[in-house]
């Protein structure tokens, strides 16, 4: 991560997947969380080709004091309400994300986790309910790359998966969970009573940043569901079931048009595609160990 | 039953039209419209008709009783104009004036091609 | 000078930026949302293979939205079409949808939040019957809105879809009925064309130019209005290589009476998007010019609101909020003007926290 200060503001260039994220903050409690999350990755040239202008600001001077605030913009727009200062981390990730969905448009992009083993991607899309992101940061330390925990980049050029490993929000119970599951996770500070309830980020695994640039081919499918205390069911899911649920679960298929549909369609046809339920996350981490063709030579 | 003869059936834009079949069903992509839709088989099979030419009604569902091996029946003339009418809700297909088709009852063409700005590579 | 004018007048040049440069021009085009007009413009001059890879890869996945948009405006064409079948009236669209059906380079790339179009005072009611009963829905439920559209405006209140959304607002003439400057509708429908193999119809060339000079200069609020400076230059690049449009134009615009906002149409563009135009045209429009009060008080405000803010640079409020000024104030007669933005201003005010 590049970075240098300017007498109100710190200015930080960082990598993030594919793309290369300018930011401008005065806001002081930025800069350690930044360099938790981003330092691992290869560090952008200082006149990199910049895909997204970003600005933490603080909040109006009025409020300074007595409640100070954070806003998010993005190039000229300024997209959301003001958060609380202190939740100014949670703000710019959440902020980040919305800005790639709205242009990252040289990907397919899927609402899915995404791990890699092999060479060869498994995409978990986040249906309601799912327990994508709890499941997508269990499985990263069960022997998988993390490639990204919100986002499945589809190429145009082979369709491959392309790494976005960002800081994964883990919601209430989730925390808990991750921590006894994977000791060698490293989580971030919790953020209270923010909008979606309590969070803290999980920090990408350092090889998931030293080999985000490393694509992956697309392999299985498997729409996960967790139902508590169920008994793991595990089977396979018809292509056209599998097309149509991702199709409504992607930021950009709509708008893509027919290129959208036709690399969706490439996609499913390349895939093994598999709907799950599972109660505990024991189960479903061992059965995802027998997908087709996974160890094979 | 409205499908009077003299009007043929067809699909209002065959090229902008893209397909994916899986097992029994199709996944369909509609450029002009920026619409996609899945079509069970006989709907896609009746659409794939009308995309090779134009066909009347009674000629289409005779057809398709052939092709799917079952009798010609009132309630499958029904069927098949349900299929179209479906079709024709979704902007697929559309009903043209036959050539041999009274001229002028006083209602505009309906339809129409328009001039598209140039089709872009698909990337 | 920013570095998108720069290209707009000459595009070639992109093969000398930087990468600073690169980011810098990004930044404006993001910034008004010009991406796919920006990439469409340098492909159809050659210049893909001089544009690195990333600003490249960028400027071409930005043509999606806009295509979507074009394609969901085509359907709602055809279901306009539908609903109006049992209605003995001509139909003639302006702006987009026109620019986008006839094919004009002005199109490439370009989205649209409306599909503008104009029928026959006479057909107004006709027609807002057969979309209210065909499923359109008034957008301003408000009743003075409902009758400052119908009594002042050119339009009706704006109709839409349930089921797509897409506003539809339905125009008898180009200008608002208060407005100063009254062209002739049926001068318009006069000199307007059919589009090929349609009942749809579309204003001449030079009635399309003097329509979007009359939008941006007349009765639009000029902040925000550089898409439209890029259609007029868009549209006059294109349109002044043909002889008669190039003497059509002024006759056109005294007979309309938009005679002053081409003339600005014609020099902003020129100035600001180095529009290469004949010198016998910009001749035969001088006497069109203002007087050189208003005319200093144009050349200032409007190139810094009209024209791509640097990314650090404040937007020019100051200015705009004159222009703003003025555009109502062409727009409706001075004591109207106060009730109005009165309204305005209590309304959104009482839209905040």
Same mark, same amino acid.
Request: with cysteine; glycine share 6%.
């Given at each position: 991560?590049?970075?240098?200060?300017?007498?109100?503001?710190?200015?930080?260039?960082?990598?993030?997947?594919?793309?290369?994220?300018?930011?401008?903050?005065?806001?002081?409690?930025?800069?350690?969380?930044?360099?938790?999350?981003?330092?691992?990755?290869?560090?952008?040239?200082?006149?990199?080709?910049?895909?997204?202008?970003?600005?933490?600001?603080?909040?109006?001077?009025?409020?300074?004091?007595?409640?100070?605030?954070?806003?998010?913009?993005?190039?000229?727009?300024?997209?959301?309400?003001?958060?609380?200062?202190?939740?100014?981390?949670?703000?710019?990730?959440?902020?980040?994300?919305?800005?790639?969905?709205?242009?990252?448009?040289?990907?397919?992009?899927?609402?899915?986790?995404?791990?890699?083993?092999?060479?060869?991607?498994?995409?978990?899309?986040?249906?309601?309910?799912?327990?994508?992101?709890?499941?997508?940061?269990?499985?990263?330390?069960?022997?998988?790359?993390?490639?990204?925990?919100?986002?499945?980049?589809?190429?145009?050029?082979?369709?491959?998966?392309?790494?976005?490993?960002?800081?994964?929000?883990?919601?209430?119970?989730?925390?808990?969970?991750?921590?006894?599951?994977?000791?060698?996770?490293?989580?971030?500070?919790?953020?209270?009573?923010?909008?979606?309830?309590?969070?803290?980020?999980?920090?990408?695994?350092?090889?998931?940043?030293?080999?985000?640039?490393?694509?992956?081919?697309?392999?299985?499918?498997?729409?996960?569901?967790?139902?508590?205390?169920?008994?793991?069911?595990?089977?396979?899911?018809?292509?056209?079931?599998?097309?149509?649920?991702?199709?409504?679960?992607?930021?950009?298929?709509?708008?893509?048009?027919?290129?959208?549909?036709?690399?969706?369609?490439?996609?499913?046809?390349?895939?093994?595609?598999?709907?799950?339920?599972?109660?505990?996350?024991?189960?479903?981490?061992?059965?995802?160990?027998?997908?087709?063709?996974?160890?094979?030579? | 039953?409205?499908?009077?003869?003299?009007?043929?059936?067809?699909?209002?834009?065959?090229?902008?039209?893209?397909?994916?079949?899986?097992?029994?069903?199709?996944?369909?992509?509609?450029?002009?419209?920026?619409?996609?839709?899945?079509?069970?088989?006989?709907?896609?099979?009746?659409?794939?008709?009308?995309?090779?030419?134009?066909?009347?009604?009674?000629?289409?569902?005779?057809?398709?009783?052939?092709?799917?091996?079952?009798?010609?029946?009132?309630?499958?003339?029904?069927?098949?104009?349900?299929?179209?009418?479906?079709?024709?809700?979704?902007?697929?297909?559309?009903?043209?004036?036959?050539?041999?088709?009274?001229?002028?009852?006083?209602?505009?063409?309906?339809?129409?091609?328009?001039?598209?700005?140039?089709?872009?590579?698909?990337? | 000078?920013?570095?998108?004018?720069?290209?707009?007048?000459?595009?070639?040049?992109?093969?000398?930026?930087?990468?600073?440069?690169?980011?810098?021009?990004?930044?404006?085009?993001?910034?008004?949302?010009?991406?796919?007009?920006?990439?469409?413009?340098?492909?159809?001059?050659?210049?893909?293979?001089?544009?690195?890879?990333?600003?490249?890869?960028?400027?071409?996945?930005?043509?999606?939205?806009?295509?979507?948009?074009?394609?969901?405006?085509?359907?709602?064409?055809?279901?306009?079409?539908?609903?109006?079948?049992?209605?003995?009236?001509?139909?003639?669209?302006?702006?987009?949808?026109?620019?986008?059906?006839?094919?004009?380079?002005?199109?490439?790339?370009?989205?649209?939040?409306?599909?503008?179009?104009?029928?026959?005072?006479?057909? *107004?009611? $006709?027609?807002? !019957? @057969? +979309?209210? /009963?065909?499923?359109? &829905?008034?957008?301003?439920?408000? %009743?003075?809105?409902?009758?400052?559209?119908?009594?002042?405006?050119?339009?009706?209140?704006?109709?839409?879809?349930?089921?797509?959304?897409?506003?539809?607002?339905?125009?008898?003439?180009?200008?608002?009925?208060?407005?100063?400057?009254?062209?002739?509708?049926?001068? *318009?429908? $006069?000199?307007? !064309? @059919? +589009?090929? /193999?349609?009942?749809? &119809?579309?204003?001449?060339?030079? %009635?399309?130019?003097?329509?979007?000079?009359?939008?941006?200069?007349?009765?639009?609020?000029?902040?925000?209005?550089?898409?439209?400076?890029?259609?007029?230059?868009?549209?006059?690049?294109?349109?002044?290589?043909?002889?008669?449009?190039?003497?059509?134009?002024?006759?056109?615009? $005294?007979?309309?009476?938009?005679?002053?906002?081409?003339?600005?149409?014609?020099?902003?563009?020129? %100035?600001?998007?180095?529009?290469?135009?004949?010198?016998?045209?910009?001749?035969?429009?001088?006497?069109?010019?203002?007087?050189?009060?208003?005319?200093?008080?144009?050349?200032?405000?409007?190139?810094?609101?009209?024209?791509?803010?640097?990314?650090?640079?404040?937007?020019?409020?100051?200015?705009?909020?004159?222009?703003?000024?003025?555009?109502?104030?062409?727009?409706?007669?001075?004591?109207?003007?106060?009730?109005?933005?009165?309204?305005?201003?209590?309304?959104?005010?009482?839209?905040?926290?």
């Amino acid at each position: 991560m590049l970075s240098y200060s300017t007498s109100s503001a710190q200015n930080f260039l960082y990598r993030s997947g594919p793309f290369v994220v300018r930011l401008r903050t005065p806001i002081k409690g930025l800069q350690p969380l930044l360099r938790w999350c981003y330092d691992a990755a290869e560090e952008p040239a200082a006149d990199a080709y910049v895909h997204l202008n970003l600005r933490v600001d603080q909040g109006p001077l009025r409020r300074r004091f007595l409640k100070p605030q954070a806003v998010f913009r993005f190039e000229n727009r300024t997209p959301f309400e003001p958060y609380p200062q202190n939740h100014a981390f949670p703000l710019l990730e959440w902020g980040t994300n919305w800005c790639i969905a709205m242009r990252g448009h040289r990907f397919l992009m899927l609402h899915a986790g995404v791990l890699e083993r092999g060479g060869q991607a498994l995409i978990l899309p986040a249906m309601p309910g799912s327990g994508k992101t709890t499941l997508t940061a269990a499985l990263a330390y069960r022997g998988w790359r993390f490639l990204s925990d919100e986002f499945a980049l589809i190429d145009g050029d082979r369709g491959h998966v392309h790494p976005l490993p960002r800081a994964a929000p883990l919601k209430n119970n989730a925390i808990d969970v991750i921590r006894a599951l994977a000791p060698a996770a490293e989580i971030g500070p919790v953020f209270e009573k923010t909008r979606k309830g309590t969070v803290a980020h999980l920090r990408p695994p350092r090889d998931a940043l030293e080999r985000q640039h490393e694509t992956a081919a697309p392999a299985w499918i498997v729409f996960p569901r967790y139902i508590a205390g169920h008994d793991l069911r595990i089977g396979r899911l018809s292509r056209s079931m599998a097309f149509t649920r991702l199709s409504q679960n992607s930021f950009n298929y709509r708008i893509l048009g027919a290129t959208g549909f036709e690399r969706l369609a490439t996609l499913i046809r390349r895939c093994a595609c598999f709907s799950a339920e599972y109660g505990r996350l024991d189960d479903i981490a061992a059965a995802l160990e027998g997908l087709p063709g996974l160890h094979a030579p | 039953m409205d499908d009077a003869t003299g009007c043929n059936w067809g699909a209002v834009a065959p090229s902008a039209l893209h397909w994916a079949e899986w097992d029994t069903e199709t996944s369909l992509f509609n450029a002009d419209t920026g619409e996609t839709h899945l079509l069970s088989e006989l709907p896609a099979t009746t659409l794939r008709l009308l995309c090779e030419r134009d066909w009347t009604f009674d000629a289409l569902y005779a057809h398709l009783a052939s092709l799917c091996e079952t009798d010609v029946t009132p309630a499958w003339q029904e069927k098949i104009a349900g299929v179209l009418h479906s079709l024709e809700a979704l902007e697929l297909v559309e009903q043209r004036a036959a050539a041999t088709a009274r001229g002028g009852d006083g209602t505009r063409p309906r339809g129409g091609t328009f001039q598209r700005s140039e089709e872009h590579a698909v990337v | 000078m920013s570095l998108l004018l720069q290209i707009i007048a000459d595009p070639a040049t992109v093969a000398t930026l930087s990468p600073q440069q690169w980011n810098v021009l990004m930044q404006e085009v993001r910034g008004l949302r010009i991406d796919a007009r920006i990439g469409l413009l340098l492909e159809a001059q050659g210049l893909a293979g001089v544009c690195p890879a990333d600003p490249w890869h960028e400027l071409r996945a930005q043509r999606h939205p806009p295509q979507l948009v074009q394609a969901q405006m085509r359907l709602e064409l055809r279901k306009v079409l539908k609903a109006l079948a049992g209605v003995d009236t001509p139909l003639l669209l302006l702006k987009g949808a026109a620019y986008m059906l006839a094919g004009l380079p002005v199109a490439q790339g370009r989205a649209f939040t409306d599909l503008d179009i104009l029928v026959p005072r006479n057909r *107004l009611e $006709a027609v807002e !019957a @057969a +979309l209210l /009963g065909a499923g359109w &829905r008034h957008q301003k439920s408000d %009743d003075y809105d409902q009758r400052y559209y119908r009594r002042w405006m050119h339009e009706l209140p704006p109709l839409y879809h349930p089921e797509r959304g897409i506003v539809i607002d339905v125009h008898h003439s180009i200008l608002p009925l208060t407005s100063r400057v009254q062209p002739d509708p049926g001068l *318009l429908w $006069a000199d307007s !064309a @059919a +589009l090929p /193999g349609s009942t749809l &119809r579309v204003l001449s060339p030079a %009635d399309m130019v003097l329509h979007s000079a009359a939008h941006l200069f007349h009765d639009g609020e000029i902040s925000g209005g550089f898409g439209n400076l890029l259609d007029l230059h868009l549209l006059l690049t294109d349109f002044v290589r043909d002889a008669d449009f190039r003497a059509r134009l002024p006759e056109r615009a $005294a007979q309309l009476q938009l005679g002053r906002p081409l003339y600005y149409a014609l020099s902003f563009s020129q %100035d600001l998007c180095g529009t290469r135009l004949p010198d016998a045209l910009v001749a035969h429009c001088r006497h069109f010019a203002p007087g050189p009060v208003p005319g200093w008080l144009m050349r200032t405000l409007v190139p810094p609101v009209l024209g791509p803010r640097h990314p650090r640079h404040r937007p020019a409020a100051f200015a705009a909020w004159l222009l703003y000024l003025r555009s109502h104030w062409l727009r409706m007669r001075p004591g109207l003007l106060a009730v109005h933005l009165t309204r305005k201003a209590l309304r959104r005010a009482s839209a905040q926290p």
